[in-house]
Every structure is written in C-alpha cells, then in structure tokens.
C-alpha cells in the first residue's frame, strides 16, 4: 500500500547524544473492537519504520492461548490482568532512541491503571480510533468467533452498550481519529495528527547557528 511519508517529527531522532539514544516514544492505538487498531497500527508501524505489537498476540505467545480461551477457561478478570501486564511490559521495550506502535484490546483502555501507565510514560501518545457500532459491526463480522464479549449476542447491540461504557475513557485518549473511512485513509489523517502532536520535545538550537 502506498501511503504518504511521515512528517519529519515522526521520523526515529537522529542520535545526538545519550538523551537522545535513551528517549523511547510510543504510539497507543485505543477504541472499540473492530476500529482498525491492530490494522492501522500494523501499517503505522510499516510507515514509521519501527516495530508494532499487539497486546492480544503478546498475550496469547506469552500464554500459548487464545484471548477466547483465556476468557472462557479463566475469566475477563484475569485476561484484564494480563492486559496490564503486557502493556507495562511493552511500554519499556520501545527501542532505544526511537519509536514504537502499541495497539491495544478494546476493553483495556476502559482499566483506569492502563490510562494511567500510558499517561506517565513519557513520550507516549495515545490515538483512539473512532466508529460507529454498525461500521464495528461490519468489521468484526469476519472474525466474530475471535472476540468472546461478542459471543451468543447481537453483536451490534453489544458493541453500542460496550461503546456507550466506554466512550468517557475512550475519550481520555489524547488525540481522536474518526476511523470510518478506509485504511489508508485513516492512516494518513493519523500521520497528520500525530504530527501536531510530536513525540519527542522540539531539539535544542545548536549554539552558533541561526
Ligand atoms: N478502515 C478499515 N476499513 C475496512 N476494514 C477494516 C478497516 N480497519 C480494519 N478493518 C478490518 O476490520 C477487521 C477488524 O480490524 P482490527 O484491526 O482487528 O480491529 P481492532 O484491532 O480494532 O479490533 C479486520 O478484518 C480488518 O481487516
Ligand atoms: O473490547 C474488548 O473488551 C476486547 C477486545 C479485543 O481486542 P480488539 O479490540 O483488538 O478486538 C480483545 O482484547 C478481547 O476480545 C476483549
Ligand atoms: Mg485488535
């Protein structure tokens, strides 16, 4: 896919000195099941040049279970649990002098413990991505048998009163992305925000220049 270059303040800092190589930065994808998270952060991570993780995929190669297994063997409680876990884990592994993309579960946003660690991370920037329960619908309708909070319901229904939930914490999020359209479009409309709110402070002048 062809997608427009990212601006120069997304672009890994040039390695100026031991602040620099030991800043790490993160882009945390939040929202509703069926946003496009894992979608979108995959291709943002392509675009950016820097490694992407999935907190679903982390936990179930950590736990050599699927998140509907977890779900049905030991309860959301503990599937929460892994969720904090995973994402304290992950939000330290952004490499070294540069950046990393994190999407998130739907639910673990909605932890209050998960916005925090995200909001005390420094250089850490959160992205809910936006949709309305039809187009989650739509979305999650090929790969329903994958999210249990959506089994043996209408789906539609179940996504509104999660969304209706959520929708205070999703809002905590720094930046809000519709994400109705598709992907690449979305993508570059996230670029755009993102350059408005730039992971690293701007560098210091260097003495002697103008
Ligand atoms: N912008 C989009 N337009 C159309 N389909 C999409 C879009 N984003 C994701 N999808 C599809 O919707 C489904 C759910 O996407 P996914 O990235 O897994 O969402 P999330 O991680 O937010 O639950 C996948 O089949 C994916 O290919
Ligand atoms: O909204 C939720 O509570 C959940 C969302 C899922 O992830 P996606 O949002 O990537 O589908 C997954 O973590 C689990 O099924 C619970
Ligand atoms: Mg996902």
Redesign the pocket.
């Given at each position: 896919m062809t997608a427009p270059c990212p601006p120069a303040s997304l672009q890994r800092p040039a390695p100026i000195g031991p602040t620099s190589q030991a800043t790490q930065a993160s882009i945390v994808l939040v929202?509703?099941?069926?946003?496009?998270?894992?979608?979108?952060g995959r291709h943002l991570a392509q675009q950016l040049d820097c490694p992407f993780a999935d907190v679903d995929r982390e936990i179930e190669r950590a736990e050599q279970c699927s998140v509907a297994d977890i779900f049905a063997q030991r309860g959301e409680g503990a599937f929460r649990h892994l969720e904090r876990v995973t994402i304290k884990r992950l939000l330290k592994s952004a490499p070294a002098g540069g950046v990393q993309v994190i999407?998130l579960g739907?639910g673990a946003w909605a932890q209050p413990e998960v916005r925090h660690m995200v909001r005390a991370t420094p250089h850490c920037r959160s992205v809910w991505?936006q949709a309305d329960p039809a187009t989650l619908r739509q979305?999650?309708a090929?790969?329903q048998p994958t999210r249990p909070l959506l089994a043996g319901t209408d789906p539609e229904a179940a996504l509104e009163c999660l969304l209706a939930q959520r929708a205070a914490a999703y809002g905590e999020a720094e930046i809000h992305l519709p994400?109705q359209?598709?992907?690449e479009q979305?993508l570059a409309a996230l670029l755009a925000k993102l350059a408005d709110h730039p992971l690293m402070p701007p560098l210091p002048p260097i003495p002697g220049t103008p």
């Open positions: 929202g509703m099941m069926g946003a496009g998270k894992s979608t979108v999407a739907g991505l979305r999650v090929k790969q994400a359209g598709g992907v979305i």
